[in-house]
């Protein structure tokens, strides 16, 4: 089974999606969903996000 490396959180996942060039796993798929502007993390997605796309991505 062929796994891919997921950007945000760092580590080799077997499910997710492909966005543009980079890989999300599924989790993190769920997380980005779920998480507002106001929440911490969505600071962090945007920040990692921001490293891998220089285009700001609509969420
Ligand atoms: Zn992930």
Do not use: R
């Not at 999606?17 to 997380?31: D, P, R, S, T």
């Amino acid at each position: 089974m062929s796994t891919n490396y997921c950007k945000i959180c760092e580590s080799e996942q077997e499910k997710g999606i492909h966005l543009y060039h980079l890989f999300i796993c599924e989790a993190c798929e769920a997380k980005m969903i779920q998480t507002v502007p106001e929440d911490p993390d969505y600071a962090y997605f945007v920040e990692k996000l921001k490293k891998i796309n220089t285009k700001p991505l609509q969420i």
